[in-house]
């Protein structure tokens, strides 16, 4: 369990890096209506909920997200949508392989659905 947490971190660093490198503005471990959110970016308009996985190797395991974990995105979104209404919202995942190194950013993994407020 130790060594999933330690590459868990590994990954949300990277990924971290990688956007700030890439111009966004990062927020990490954020809370939204009690939802963890791994990293938050933003960048003129838009706010990306970044749900980080990290995996060891590549070894054809890809089930990148689950359901339960995708639901709680959602409303995490919906709350984020409601706070900000002028920005465009959307729930990424960015997926990090250490050995050897490739990343994936698969954007806009769902739809949030219409908010009103």
Same mark, same amino acid.
């Given at each position: 369990? +130790? !060594? ?6 590994? %990954? $949300? *660093?990277?990924?971290? @890096?990688? *956007?700030?490198? +890439?111009?966004?503005?990062?927020? =990490?471990?954020?809370?939204?209506? %009690? ?15 970044? $749900?980080?996985?990290? =995996? =060891?190797? +590549?070894? %054809? ?10 639901? =709680?995105?959602?409303? &995490? &979104?919906?709350?984020?949508?409601? +706070?900000?209404?002028? *920005? !465009?919202?959307?729930? !990424?995942? *960015?997926?990090?392989?250490? @050995?050897?190194?490739?990343? $994936?950013?698969?954007?806009?993994? @769902?739809?949030? %659905?219409?908010?009103?407020?």
């Amino acid at each position: 369990m +130790r !060594d999933n947490k330690i590459t868990g971190q590994i %990954g $949300e *660093f990277v990924a971290y @890096c990688y *956007f700030l490198l +890439r111009g966004y503005k990062v927020l =990490r471990d954020q809370k939204l209506g %009690g939802v963890q959110v791994d990293l938050i970016l933003s960048k003129k308009t838009s706010l990306i909920l970044l $749900e980080v996985k990290a =995996r =060891r190797k +590549r070894d %054809g395991k890809y089930s990148v997200i689950s359901s339960s974990q995708l639901k =709680r995105l959602k409303t &995490a &979104a919906k709350i984020l949508m409601i +706070r900000n209404d002028t *920005f !465009d919202v959307s729930i !990424d995942v *960015f997926v990090v392989y250490l @050995c050897p190194l490739k990343l $994936e950013h698969h954007k806009n993994v @769902c739809d949030i %659905g219409w908010v009103t407020k």
